[in-house]
């Protein structure tokens, strides 16, 4: 997996200050979208142990509410392999702080009808996320006074919640 950029004070993408990881790669290709150049998988560097060790390291303060991974899509199959383990020690390592992940694809059509049944990693990636935001950019429902969004469509499901009822449940603010 390649990644694009790590930010490490992000407020824009989750709540409280966060870790970002821009990974690369994504076949969605939205109109509009704000990050064109980490479609290829191959944009920015390669992740590595050493890009670990650094983003557990910048996870360490207790100001740091938690890491976010976007892109791109973190949810492409190639992604998945490498996000998977590495979510997992993240987890392991600092069960207070949150995971969340974006994603271009919709949670019931994609990700639980067509990813898990076919994919080996992506149920055990979800389970490491707490807050699932969903969906595609739609540059006609574009929306700026939204948390977090940048179009109507998209949700921010609360993924613990989704797994345990089997009902799609949305992120309230605490
Ligand atoms: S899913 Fe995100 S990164 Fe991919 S094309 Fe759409 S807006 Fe861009």
């Known amino acids: 997996m390649y990644y694009g950029e790590i930010k490490k004070c992000d407020i824009a993408n989750g709540p409280g200050v966060r870790v970002s990881l821009f990974v690369s790669g994504c076949t969605h290709h939205c109109k509009g979208c704000f990050n064109e150049e980490t479609w290829s998988f191959e944009y920015g560097k390669p992740f590595t142990e050493e890009t670990e060790e650094q983003i557990l390291k910048l996870l360490e303060p207790s100001y740091i ?3 976010t991974v976007l892109g791109g899509e973190p949810m492409e199959y190639m992604n998945q392999e490498v996000l998977f383990p590495f979510l997992k020690k993240v ?21 639980l009808h067509r ?4 994919w080996k990693y992506t149920k055990k990636m979800l389970e490491q996320i707490d807050y699932l935001v969903d969906g ?10 939204l948390k977090f969004r940048g179009s109507s469509n998209q949700r921010i ?9 089997g009902e799609v449940v949305l992120w309230e603010e605490q």
């Open 65 to 67: 509410s938690g890491l």
């Open 115 to 118: 990813m898990i049944p076919k």
């Open 157 to 165: 499901i609360d993924v613990k919640k989704t797994l345990e009822t």
């Open 136 to 145: 595609p950019f739609v540059m006609e429902k574009k929306n700026i006074s």
């Open 91 to 111: 987890k392991e390592r600092f069960p207070e702080k949150s995971i969340w992940c974006f994603t271009g694809y919709v949670y019931e059509k994609d990700i």
